[in-house]
């Protein structure tokens, strides 16, 4: 103890000497063995312990050094380095949590450094003070509270000096804790508005692309009513909105479709199952997922092409005309007296529907044509497709009329598609009827799909078998009137009152006498007999024959029951002008119903080798498309007079 005091007396007279005075100051060495350590460490030192010549003749001054206060000890015993380390990252939590970022990275490092070591000496020599058995030494609260040394000194001590012990910071606090300026953050005076719940949240797996809107809530603002659905999961899209339902919508990690679970997946069978049982494939679960409102969308088109070889140049008119405001999820093209190359056509239809769409099946009598185009993300709820084609000429081997006929089952609903070509003629009514007769006989359909109705089928008529049924073609039904008084109808009519035309029309007569199309519908008729055009203009057939106009291309389907099949649109194609038929096009809504696994399944198979041709053709079509702007853009022409 000795030691220490003595090398307390040296460093004493050491500092305590201002500089440039000779004279050393004269204090008490009980009370600066403390400030001594505190003095030692200080940047100028030296400056900091001048006094002046009032505290020579006894007088106190502020600056007199003051017994320190012990340091502030955490609950656990710890080293000097863990409570910096522990104030340097509640400082760096405080920056990154300060809005107005009015910290430094570089000052806080240089400060924490400097705080480090004088924070080390300082607590060294509190510990060899409070190791001396020196009895003038007391405990810090003892001095400043009841020593008489210090109990006078309160009239010459500055405001902040006279503050209670409780309302002073710590003086480890000053030498450790970075001078750093804090701003107060700047608080809302009123109410945050309320989020929108149209806003886009950052997380990839809830973005949506434009092609898989959920198109109901569209359709449904609009019109009132579903136009069409999308194969999004439609109860995922409807939470999103806020940042839980985001939340929620990251059930799968890489997409937006609905979460399988372990358990369903063992307990799940495609190839056994019931209407309402949990996890079959073409079960209700299923269906609601992907059609919420149980209504399939059906695009059915017909064209009598007259042979032609060359195709139109653009066929988006035909399929994606521009009063549709969605596209379907179906489509069904028949086509009567088809091109020579049937291949080049289905490569065409592919090429126009593009990649949102794969050819289910293709079947052909002749020329006679029919294809099947589904949405991709449909196919795994398709059975087999199954066709057969009937010939209603006398000679077989002549293949120009007839019918051919595809089925399939789509959940529990069975389709059958029928596009034909009756007996040509005005007068020929009788051969158009024997026609239909034996095609509904002689189309043996269907061969290996369950009847999904047994009890309402009859063996004579194809058409009974089946819940949805669509029959379109060239059936050639005239208008039994002349065409000088078609003409006058024609040009009379106001708007698309077609009435009193259809007043004469052969087959709206068959129907309503029972004759042909028994249980069959067609919706009304708002659009210009399709029949006889002369090619490439709208001008009706000016040849020798002088043809009446009349409405040859039709389409009628029937269902087994009421209401299933909603009408949408029903018009003729007047952009289409390469034959003397125009096309007739109609949408249609068909109810569906939850069916059985065990179905033979199509197992998701289409026509790839037309999928990837159609898609080629459709990048090359682009590129060129680009090309051709691009230098028409660069492109100039000067003249020189």
């Not at 993300?377 to 497709?385: G, H, K, N, T, Y």
């Not at 106001?494 to 309503?512: A, R």
Request: aromatic letters at 8%; glycine letters at 6%.
């Amino acid at each position: 103890m000795a030691g220490h005091e003595r090398m307390g007396d040296s460093l004493l007279r050491q500092y305590a000497e201002a500089p440039g005075q000779g004279d050393p100051v004269v204090v008490d060495s009980r009370a600066l063995k403390t400030p001594l350590v505190t003095a030692k460490f200080s940047r100028e030192p030296k400056d900091a312990l001048k006094l002046s010549a009032t505290c020579a003749e006894g007088a106190v001054s502020p600056y007199q050094p003051r017994p320190p206060s012990q340091p502030r000890l955490s609950g656990k015993s710890c080293s000097v380095e863990e409570n910096l380390i522990t104030r340097r990252l509640k400082n760096s939590q405080e920056s990154l949590s300060d809005p107005t970022e009015t910290g430094s990275s570089t000052d806080s490092l240089r400060e924490d450094q400097a705080a480090l070591v004088a924070g080390t000496l300082l607590l060294r020599g509190a510990a060899t003070i409070r190791n001396s058995k020196d009895a003038n030494v007391r405990p810090v609260s003892a001095v400043t509270r009841g020593s008489p040394v210090f109990r006078d000194r309160g009239r010459s001590l500055s405001e902040y000096e006279r503050r209670p012990t409780s309302q002073q910071s710590d003086p480890v606090d000053h030498l450790v804790r970075p001078a750093k300026v804090r701003l107060t953050p700047v608080q809302p005076t009123g109410t945050l508005p309320a989020l929108e719940k149209s806003f886009a949240t950052l997380r990839a797996a809830n973005r949506i692309d434009r092609d898989c809107l959920d198109y109901a809530v569209l359709a449904r603002e609009k019109h009132g009513e579903r136009l069409h659905r999308n194969l999004s999961d439609s109860r995922l899209l409807e939470n999103m909105g806020s940042d839980s339902a985001s939340v929620n919508s990251m059930r799968s990690n890489y997409s937006v479709l609905s979460p399988i679970r372990p358990q369903d997946v063992r307990n799940r069978s495609f190839l056994e199952g019931s209407v309402l049982g949990s996890g079959a494939l073409l079960g209700a679960e299923e269906l609601d997922r992907y059609f919420p409102d149980r209504r399939l969308g059906i695009y059915v088109a017909t064209w009598n092409m007259q042979g032609e070889k060359g195709l139109p140049s653009n066929l988006d008119d035909l399929l994606l005309p521009t009063d549709s405001e969605f596209a379907q999820d179906f489509y069904i093209i028949g086509v009567q007296e088809g091109c020579p190359d049937r291949r080049e056509w289905e490569t065409r239809l592919q090429e126009t529907l593009g990649p949102y769409y794969v050819m289910l099946y293709a079947a052909s009598h002749g020329v006679l044509y029919l294809s099947v185009f589904v949405r991709r993300d449909l196919i795994w709820f398709c059975s087999e497709v199954e066709h057969a084609t009937v010939t209603t000429r006398i000679i077989s081997q002549i293949k120009t009329k007839g019918a051919v006929g595809l089925a399939f089952t789509f959940f529990g609903t069975s389709f059958l598609f029928i596009t034909s070509h009756f007996t040509s003629g005005d007068s020929k009514v009788y051969e158009r009827i024997l026609d239909y007769n034996k095609i509904v006989e002689a189309l043996a359909l269907p061969k290996g799909l369950p009847d999904t109705n047994p009890y309402r089928s009859t063996p004579s008529d194809v058409t009974t078998r089946f819940d949805q049924v669509f029959w379109f073609g060239d059936f050639n039904f005239r208008i039994s009137k002349d065409r000088v008084d078609v003409e006058s109808i024609i040009n009379r009519t106001v708007g698309e009152n077609m009435g009193p035309l259809l007043e004469h029309d052969q087959l709206s007569k068959e129907i309503k006498e029972g004759s042909i199309f028994k249980g069959f519908q067609e919706a009304p008729i708002h659009f210009r007999p399709t029949y006889k055009f002369d090619v490439g203009c709208d001008i009706y057939d000016t040849t020798s024959k002088q043809r009446t106009p009349s409405y040859t291309d039709r389409i009628l389907f029937r269902n087994r029951q009421a209401d299933d099949i909603k009408v949408v649109k029903y018009t003729s194609c007047c952009g289409i002008k390469t034959s003397d038929h125009r096309p007739v096009i109609g949408v249609f809504q068909v109810k569906l119903r939850p069916g059985r696994d065990n179905i033979p399944l199509g197992a998701g198979q289409f026509d790839r080798g037309l999928y990837l041709e159609g898609i080629r053709r459709r990048i090359t079509r682009e590129l060129k498309r680009r090309e051709a702007m691009k230098n028409q853009g660069s492109s100039t022409i000067c003249t020189i007079s």
